[in-house]
């Protein structure tokens, strides 16, 4: 999940100076653990039905596919998803910045991982970790052309995408430049990637129409994501949950 890029609902709570620290133990304390962060449960639910039998399978021959972590921040959803770690287990490994230096459990299948993400320090400390063994540092929303190139190859190659709480920052243009990039790709591809309820519906609906005209919807998810901040629960009267829906699409054949 990630974050500064851009453009902004004002009703939602910003946590920019956590997501520039240096090691995410701010990230747990004020997130995870103070807004009960539970989503990568469920993200990790979905993955593992529609994607982790496909992706172990097509890594039996030891081969490693190429998973990248778009605006991952310091990399929590890659720890739920191919780490198979649930939201106890990642505040437990970020429980002190000594125990965040390494992650508690090794990937469930062979990946090579790419993090992209607008923040330097979070990138810095996933490859540190061993989260992500290659990183690109991008303002998506403008990145200049050389990024541009490296983000695009890399969504190309790419045999699984994921993107979660994030495409919200991202202005059409961009999501749609990243969408094309993966959708080039060739061979079988899949993406996660959700939606935030009550958070800009109107441009979560243009982005779900975005994902439907390039990509095979496969399966989705709906559960509880995080509890609204003080701010948010004055903006959004009477509700207590952020809310979660989670989508899987795969490359059109």
């Not at 399966?219 to 829906?245: D, T, V």
Request: charged share 25%; with cysteine; aromatic share 10%.
């Amino acid at each position: 999940m990630s974050k500064p890029e851009v453009k902004t609902d004002e009703k939602k709570q910003h946590f920019d100076d956590i997501y520039v620290a240096e090691t995410p133990v701010p990230y747990k304390e004020r997130i995870l653990d103070a807004l009960e962060y539970v989503s990568d449960n469920f993200n990790r639910q979905t993955f593992d039905r529609l994607i982790l039998p496909w992706a172990q399978q097509k890594a039996a021959d030891g081969s490693p596919l190429n998973f990248v972590d778009l605006a991952g921040c310091f990399g929590n959803t890659t720890m739920a998803t191919l780490n198979g770690m649930d939201y106890d287990a990642i505040r437990n490994n970020w429980r002190s910045e000594e125990a965040a230096k390494t992650v508690d459990q090794p990937r469930r299948f062979p990946a090579h991982t790419t993090g992209i993400d607008i923040s330097a320090n979070a990138l810095a400390y996933g490859k540190s970790a061993g989260l992500y063994d290659e990183t690109i540092e991008a303002d998506l929303n403008a990145p200049a052309p050389e990024t541009r190139k490296a983000v695009d190859a890399a969504l190309e190659n790419a045999d699984i995408l994921i993107s979660t709480a994030a495409l919200v920052y991202l202005e059409p243009e961009a999501v749609a430049e990243l969408l094309d990039a993966f959708a080039r790709g060739s061979g079988e591809g899949y993406m996660l990637v959700n939606f935030l309820n009550p958070f800009a519906p109107d441009q979560a609906d243009a982005t779900k129409r975005q994902l439907l005209e390039r990509f095979e919807f496969v399966g989705s998810g709906a559960s509880r994501h995080r509890k609204l901040s003080p701010l948010e629960q004055e903006n959004y009267p009477g509700e207590e949950w952020s809310l979660l829906e989670i989508w899987v699409l795969r490359r059109k054949s």
